[in-house]
């Protein structure tokens, strides 16, 4: 060992002491390393606007059966001790940089709570508030634990498990991994130990990513989405806000067997995979009713290239920002080859973070939405993650955290039973009606598309057949009753006659004129209108500002039979 450089005349214990704190500086030091691309920029995210649940991933299952509170607990210990990722807290650096610690030893953080004594209906209430109130607390990163379970026992042999972890250190394959090890070591079983961890991943990642291999993967993504559009013209519910909330709903969807199976049959023909096959169809989706034909939309890479990262709890999955071209009004067949081509080569180059990404291409960014792509698709081949627990049945329950990181996200899952999934959308942009028809739309485009490959895609329908009759039909009867022979100005002196009291305009100045007020005020413009000439077909013009005095002249010129003339006041003379 080297020696330590002491001041003259330092005692033996000094030395001790100066040598004790340079060996525990040095063990920090290990624990320490830099943030993957993908990391440093949730934490930022979390920087900027704390105490958000967005990037809560959370699961809650249903356990039926002779659950083993304590094995549980033991369990849940050993998968912690394994994975560094579990007891990693995220804090900045002495340069200002954030760096990733990873603590020797972490205190299985498993809450029990007994609701078996409530009332059946309301324990069931209590069970899914608890639920929901577990997805939707927020971490901090720099204190952590990143991870929470809460098990509840909702009677005898039978409990619900919530397990929310934060995405910084766990993506949707890392929660397999997590069930899986935790079933093992429930029962038992020895695992082997792990080769790798994420903080030296997140080291080799820095290292790796730079130089000639960032030069080509950036050259690559850079000429692929030179003058793609920055957002994609959904039509909304509600005008975007200023910055996002991040508030979200869910919609379920469900395909039909005969569709599904359909559309596996064309993606074979073709040489494409069914996650090509759905990516296109809800590509033709969203170009029909957006009017757009260059759509960029993100879809999740597993960033698992290596076996030995297969094993692991971490945050490895990446974002691909897949360009589509939809021009010429292709038929799906054709769209399809167009789909199948853009995604082995984006999957060719998915080294590229998607942060990274975004740094290299500089767009102007806006807090109202989010760059480069704001719509996203997953199809899902293996079902969500849940315990295989010795003679206890498990099944997941669906809780949303009530958030939405994009406009709008549609996942699947592609399982034995069938395919289903759901969209995920943010409430401030859509109402569920909305949803609900874009979700129609999708099922019956994907019965036209099937029956009929080599139609283009402006012949698919996107109407049922209920819909298609309540527009021809039902919409074109536009007859109603109206009193045809009342004039304007005197349907509103009835409605004034009727409610004299109540505010018809609410004033700039918080003031307010009852249906009465205005009524006279107009009345006695009339009759001055009426003195200076003004009757049927004469024009008289209005120069005001919006204001109540404008109201009261323009019925007033109703009343005495002219015709109003309105003039902006900031037009030129």
Request: proline content about 9%.
């Amino acid at each position: 060992m080297s020696t330590l450089p002491a001041a003259p005349g330092t005692s033996r214990q000094e030395k001790q002491a100066l040598l004790e704190r340079l060996l525990r500086r040095q063990a920090e030091e290990a624990r320490t390393a830099p943030l993957s691309f993908a990391q440093e920029s949730l934490w930022f995210l979390d920087l900027l606007a704390p105490g958000r649940p967005v990037y809560n991933v959370a699961r809650s299952l249903v356990l039926e059966g002779p659950l083993d509170p304590g094995a549980l607990k033991r369990a849940l210990a050993a998968v912690v001790r394994r994975h560094e990722a579990l007891r990693t807290t995220f804090r900045s650096g002495d340069d200002g940089r954030p760096v990733q610690v990873v603590a020797p030893a972490l205190s299985a953080p498993l809450v029990l709570a007994d609701l078996a004594g409530l009332p059946p209906a309301v324990r069931e209430e209590e069970a899914g508030r608890l639920a929901r109130q577990e997805a939707a607390l927020p971490f901090d990163l720099a204190r952590g634990p990143l991870l929470r379970l809460r098990l509840l026992r909702r009677a005898a042999g039978s409990h619900l498990l919530c397990v929310t972890i934060h995405h910084i250190v766990c993506d949707g394959w890392s929660l397999g991994v997590f069930f899986r090890e935790l079933s093992d070591l429930y029962a038992g079983r020895v695992l082997p130990p792990l080769a790798r961890q994420v903080p030296e991943l997140a080291r080799w990642q820095r290292r790796h990513l730079s130089g000639e291999v960032l030069a080509r993967l950036a050259a690559y993504w850079q000429g692929r989405l030179a003058g793609a559009p920055e957002s994609l013209a959904l039509p909304i519910s509600h005008p975007r806000p200023p910055a996002q909330s991040f508030r979200g709903a869910s919609w379920p969807v469900s395909i039909p067997p005969a569709s599904g199976a359909a559309l596996a049959a064309l993606a074979r023909r073709q040489k494409a995979t069914p996650f090509m096959a759905y990516l296109a169809a809800f590509a033709a989706l969203l170009a029909r009713i957006s009017g757009e034909e260059d759509l960029v939309l993100g879809a999740p890479a597993a960033g698992r290239d290596h076996p030995e990262l297969e094993g692991l709890i971490g945050f490895f999955v990446n974002s691909l920002a897949l360009r589509h071209d939809l021009s010429g009004d292709p038929s799906f067949a054709t769209l399809l080859e167009r789909v199948r081509e853009t995604c082995l080569e984006a999957y060719a180059h998915q080294e590229m973070p998607f942060d990274k990404l975004v740094e290299e291409l500089g767009p102007e960014r806006y807090l109202s939405r989010n760059p480069v792509f704001q719509v996203m698709f997953a199809l899902q081949t293996a079902p969500p993650a849940a315990l295989d627990l010795p003679g206890v049945r498990s099944r997941h329950l669906p809780v949303h955290s009530r958030t939405a990181k994009l406009d709008l996200y549609l996942e699947l899952y592609d399982l034995p039973a069938g395919i289903s999934g759901g969209f995920e959308y943010a409430t401030d942009l859509f109402d569920p009606p909305a949803i609900g028809r874009l979700a129609g739309g999708l099922l019956t485009l994907l019965e036209g598309l099937v029956s009929s490959p080599e139609a283009r895609l402006s012949e698919l329908p996107l109407l049922s057949a209920a819909e298609r009759h309540q527009v021809l039909r039902e919409g074109a009867d536009t007859a109603s009753r109206y009193p045809r022979e009342a004039t304007l100005d005197a349907l509103f002196a009835e409605v004034a006659a009727a409610a004299a009291g109540r505010p018809a305009l609410l004033l700039a100045d918080g003031g307010t004129l009852s249906y009465g007020e205005l009524e006279a005020r107009a009345n006695r413009l009339a009759r001055h209108l009426r003195g200076l000439g003004i009757g049927p077909e004469a024009p008289v013009a209005l120069l005001l500002e919006r204001s109540a005095a404008a109201v009261v002249a323009l019925l007033a010129v109703l009343k005495a039979g002219g015709a109003y003339v309105p003039l902006d006041p900031g037009h030129p003379p």
